[in-house]
């Protein structure tokens, strides 16, 4: 057969590439513009945030979190706060619940508003990337009114959240998803998400099956874009989730094939719309005071045993493994996170697709390289 | 399906291979198996009807110091449970079969775990180093890893305020 194949070329993209989102390397054996292959060569920001976690006392290894995936770093807080809590059966109080889970979903909208931004910026289109993140400066600065941070925020603590709010904060935090729910997202979707060369360019692309996606371990948004119903805050409910109100959107073949790119765009827009949802409901809810952080022993050691949380992050579900011995350090802890196997996932759909189309595959992912690599 | 109601399932369904059986911290169930048993068992967790183990959620090794362990995190949509399984080896030979072929998924975990723990999956198509550069020398999750001087001329170690 090869002498057939005379045409065939292997091309490298990255790790420099500007539509890979961070230092993430492709080795693309093409046909002319037609793809053979895309073979995802990932561990440039492999920084062993694992065995640093061996090394460092529980608490110490909370800013480590924060640079598992910098766009949603509160998420990642929450997730190894929630883990350790369980382990040694930490009460959090009331108030610290509900600002985690504001913060988190604010966290949410701001992440998105860079993955959608970012997947138009690679398809060429430049000024729906600078909309979103002109609205990801407003949630940058009540960020930076809340716990000091514009990007690694550190907010969690083991057993609360590091600070109260501030005064204003729920009116100028009410006054972001008013703004965001009712004017920039219809503003957003007319420039962007209908624009017809858009959704010819994402529709019938990257097609996944909803067997497939569980097959291949796809968690969070990739996941719910196959149709596929699951969403940790509602089948396996964590902090206070289960007392909102909100939907878990699913793809359904908006334009094209169900799972294809533009469901798993259309997700991450609806998801938007739902945190705004749950951040109003808790918003009315938070208690006015009250104490925002459980009093921990300076020498903190919970007891032996081994636990598996899992959270949902922005790009899916962020499982944390851990392995306690009793010591003052966690014995192992293993992170899960969502866009591991989110890039496994990129060389097998991209199998016999345009060079173009790899483009918005890997943006419709919305992976983010030091998240697959820790 | 509460968590009592797994366990007697799980005991009827494996009632010959199960080495230990319990509960584990948030609503978890930890299942011990022998090694050679690993395969024959998540086909049954994932083809078996009523228990429906689909989704292959987490991969890890872990160095216990005398032995390594491989731990699998399984979910199962039709149930709504979660279930841990775990395999010790031995520490001289740390192979176990692959379950690549059973979920396409884990590919790349046991890439990783074999990548920073040095565990061999019997039967994988590509184990190769993933993470890490091919040519580094060790397993960095070892317990007994001894952190490298130089990697192709580049310092790896610098002094600290501790050490003098």
């Known amino acids: ?374 | 399906m509460k968590i009592s109601d797994l366990i007697a399932l799980l005991k009827e369904r494996l009632r010959d291979v199960i080495v230990g059986i319990e509960e584990m911290p948030n609503n978890d169930v930890m299942l011990e198996i022998k090694r050679h048993d690993l395969l024959p068992v998540l086909t049954t967790l994932k083809k078996d009807k009523e228990l429906g183990f689909i989704s292959f959620t987490n991969q890890l090794g872990v160095d216990y110091g005398d032995s390594f362990a491989v731990i699998y995190n399984l979910y199962s949509f039709a149930l709504g449970n979660k279930l841990t399984v775990k395999v010790f080896l031995e520490k001289d030979n740390p192979e176990v079969d692959s379950v690549e072929r059973l979920f396409r998924g884990a590919n790349w975990f046991e890439r990783e775990t074999y990548d920073l723990l040095g565990i061999r999956f019997k039967g994988h198509g590509n184990l190769e180093r993933l993470l890490l550069p091919s040519d580094w020398e060790g397993y960095p999750l070892r317990k007994d890893y001894v952190y490298p001087e130089e990697y192709h001329g580049m310092a790896l170690k610098r002094k600290t305020l501790f050490e003098e």
């Open chain 1, 1 to 374: 057969m090869t002498e057939f194949l005379s045409d065939e070329m292997v091309l490298n993209m990255g790790p420099h590439h500007p539509s890979t989102h961070g230092v993430l390397r492709f080795i693309l054996q093409t046909d002319g513009e037609m793809m053979r292959r895309a073979i995802p060569d990932v561990g440039f920001l492999h920084r062993g945030i694992e065995k640093i976690a061996e090394l460092l006392p529980y608490q110490a290894f909370m800013p480590y979190t924060d640079r598992i995936d910098y766009l949603a770093s509160i998420c990642c807080n929450f997730g190894y706060a929630l883990t350790v809590e369980r382990l040694a059966q930490i009460e959090v109080p009331e108030k610290a619940e509900y600002l985690r889970v504001i913060s988190a979903e604010l966290t949410r909208i701001g992440s998105h508003f860079v993955g959608l931004g970012a997947l138009l910026l690679d398809l060429g289109a430049v000024t729906p990337f600078v909309h979103a993140l002109r609205e990801r400066e407003v949630y940058n600065d009540l960020m930076e009114s809340l716990c000091g941070a514009r990007l690694t925020h550190n907010y969690v603590r083991i057993g609360g959240v590091s600070y109260d709010e501030p005064p204003g904060f729920r009116e100028k935090t009410r006054r972001f998803i008013d703004h965001i729910e009712y004017e920039f997202l219809d503003e957003f979707n007319e420039l962007a998400s209908f624009n017809t060369i858009f959704i010819n360019r994402m529709k019938n692309v990257g097609v996944i099956t909803a067997e497939d996606a569980i097959e291949h371990s796809l968690v969070g948004p990739n996941l719910r874009g196959s149709g596929v119903k699951h969403d940790i805050r509602k089948n396996d409910p964590y902090s206070i989730y289960n007392r909102f109100n909100f939907d878990i959107p699913v793809g359904h073949g908006k334009f094209g094939t169900m799972g294809d790119c533009y469901d798993r765009y259309w997700v991450r827009v609806e998801e938007v719309m739902e945190s705004c949802r749950i951040i109003r409901q808790a918003l009315e809810l938070m208690p006015e005071t009250g104490p925002v952080r459980t009093k921990l022993p300076r020498v903190f050691k919970p007891p032996k045993g081994e636990i598996y949380v899992r959270t949902e992050c922005p790009r899916g579900e962020m499982g944390f493994y851990l392995i306690s011995d009793g010591g003052k350090n966690p014995y192992r802890l293993k992170i899960r996170t969502g866009s591991f196997s989110a890039a496994a996932m990129i060389g097998e759909v991209s199998q016999g697709v345009m060079v173009a189309d790899l483009v918005t595959i890997i943006g419709s992912f919305d992976v983010v390289a030091p998240e697959i690599d820790r």
